[in-house]
């Protein structure tokens, strides 16, 4: 009879931390802004670490680690390494960490004219805090699951933590910002004579830059089956100079473009 009335054994929660290495920490906020759905997941889970909100954070090991920003220094690779060590799950969660996002445009520039124009005293650039090539972190280390965006979205964090504890692979929204144009009944701003990248970029912003009739400029990066060399046609077809659309595709995800065949240099 004990036995019946003995409470059952509680399963431990899920250690969770948020990192971040050089970014502008927008995609963090985007997390912590989701405010009473955050509540609800931090019910669930162990958030262990979290620089930015937390006065006192855990080392790992952790179960799920959610990356932002990407590489671009010494300190960024150590510390990516590290978190890649003693984690189960690690997640590039945003654009800086799946493409290199704006912070890549400086592969198409010239070193020196780029940390001349940034730093007055470059005496300091050594050791930990030396430059490296910006690029994501799955150039470095093995990453379990990608969703980028600038930001990315807030029901695509509440979809991965939900896919996570129930014990699913996570599946990011794979269909590019032109099919949630046309659930949103949006007139086409290619048809418009704009220089919209919806047809190649990823989706999951429900088109909120076209909802407004602005063109997309391409925040999520590319679809990887992206047919770039027809949309390019059809932007110059609009009359959008080959100057701009160049500038347009190394803006977010430049070196993804070149890897997907685009010569941007």
Known sequence: MSNFFKKKEEKPKPKVAIHSITGCAGCQLVIYFIRDKL?????????????MIKGKNQPGPYDICIVEGMVASEQDLEHLKKWREESKILVAWGTCATHGNVPGIKIFEDDEKVENTVYDNKSNLTGKNKPVKPTPIE????????????????????????????????????????????LNENLCLLDDGKECLGPMIRGGCNALCPNINHPCTGCHGPLEDANIPQ???????????????KQRLQKYAGLKFEELGTELR
């Open 39 to 51: 509540l609800e997941i931090l019910g669930e889970i162990d958030l262990v670490s979290a620089p």
């Open 139 to 182: 150039q470095h280390v093995k990453v379990d699951f990608s969703i980028s965006g600038c930001p990315p979205a807030e029901i695509e964090f509440m979809r991965m933590m939900q896919h996570f504890l129930m014990g699913m692979k996570p599946r990011v929204y794979n269909e590019p910002v032109c099919v949630e144009c046309t």
């Open 231 to 245: 949309v390019i046609k059809l932007l110059e077809r609009n009359g959008i100079s080959k100057e701009l659309i």
